[in-house]
């Protein structure tokens, strides 16, 4: 008989080694670059929207595990449930039967998905994607999918060739055969589908990476147009799907648009179990699974695994007993609101945009003497570099967790958790202007941090 594990004990023991032992086993860059802009924190515990350091010192999340915390962290219900499914030994992944959570799981979620018939469940955002591509091709008997400049899919091969960001690319040739075209340019698809080999065009509603939403009706023009021809639209709403932009989905803010298949993940894991789902219309899946030959054609090993199931029912329910998507609105329309208000005082800051609590903030070019060669000692540098200088400061002097929307981006994307409340509104509010305040004054530490990433960033070179 094997010994006792004691998870608390080893947790107390080493603990402390946790960037020692990153380095040494996992990706070695990760604790260097967080050692680099100070963010090399030690988090003990966390509740909600808020975690707290070795010394007690409580921390806002306005970034959610980059959307996957979308009720918080540590939510009692999606605990609750997580206990319930251990304690019940349920006869879980035998592959040989039907187990109900799935199947109640499916029911709940489409729910919310007028127009959706069917689910395929897998362990991640990427491979939801994968499945879409897969069902897009299968379904249609063509190759390509279009999608857009500077679209995120994920980072597995498939999911990978749609997207749009060239340094997740390079040096992972070849892809699949796949087409970039601006979002918002119905010239171009409609060129690309008159060739008459694509199968899909798969599309985030509002971009993760600069937070760029779709022009008004773009998206129920492609998807006409994508019709005529015999192609079908993916909608990519592992992130902003389950209430992030203020509806269920981000498609549903334009009327008339009814994607063929739909990505989610992140937010339905509860924060707990990975899980994604790839939902579609009927049709598509009675084509790739059209015998009994076929029944096995698309699996996941974890597919469809209680714990995540769980999860997801739990998710669900929470949203709908306390009305989490009209708060994201509400808040979110709070948020955006107090920050626009800032636009008109400070010359840097260029733009503020998003849906619900998908929040992009944009710096720009000042027009200032002072301020523009400062600007320009960062811009020749590298590109980016100023947001990042606003990151550090709001963590480090006013213990707010934010990140840039992306490489080379002047931009800071709030996806705090869909809880957050109208103290977190003000917090984050006032600690931002502090901080735009400090970068128009010209000096200080916040600007001797700037000559620092510059260095950094020459050196890179």
Known sequence: MSGEFDLRALLAERGGERYELHAKYLNHQLPRMLHTIGFDKVYERAEGAHFWDADGVDHLDMLAGFGVMGLGRHHPV???????????????????????????LAERLLAHSPHLDRVFFGNSGTEAVETALKFA????????????????????????????????REGF????????????????????LLRGDVAAFVVEPIQGKGVHEAPPGFLRAAQELLHRHGALLIADEVQTGLGRTGDFYAYQHEDGVEPDLVCVAKALSGGYVPVGATLGKDWIFKKVYSSMD?????????????????????VLSVMEDEGTVAHARRIGD???????????????????????????????????LGLRGRWTMLQAARKGLFAQMVVVPLLQRHHILTQVSGDHLEVIKLIPPLIIDET??????????????????????????????????VAQR
């Open 78 to 104: 999606v605990r609750k449930a997580l206990h319930d499914v251990l304690d019940a030994q349920l006869a879980d992944l035998t592959r040989f039967d039907c187990q109900p959570l799935p199947g109640l």
């Open 137 to 168: 091709r299968y379904a249609t008997g063509r190759p390509r999918v279009l999608y857009c400049s500077h679209a995120f899919h994920g980072l597995t091969t498939g999911s990978l060739s749609v997207n749009g960001e060239r340094g997740f």
């Open 173 to 192: 040739d070849p892809l699949l055969p796949d087409t970039a075209i601006t979002l918002g340019d119905l010239e171009a698809l409609e060129r690309e």
């Open 294 to 314: 076929r029944v096995l054609v698309h699996s996941a090993s974890f597919g469809s695994n209680a714990q995540a199931m769980a999860a997801g029912l739990a």
């Open 334 to 368: 709070l948020l955006s609101g107090r920050l626009k208000e800032l636009v008109p005082r400070y010359e840097l800051l260029h733009e503020i945009r998003g849906r619900g609590l998908m929040i992009g903030i944009e710096f720009g070019r000042p027009s200032s």
């Open 424 to 457: 977190d509104v003000d917090r984050f509010v006032t600690a931002f202007t502090a901080v735009m305040d400090e970068a128009h004054g010209g000096g200080g530490l916040m600007w001797d941090f700037g000559k620092t990433l510059v260095k950094q960033a």
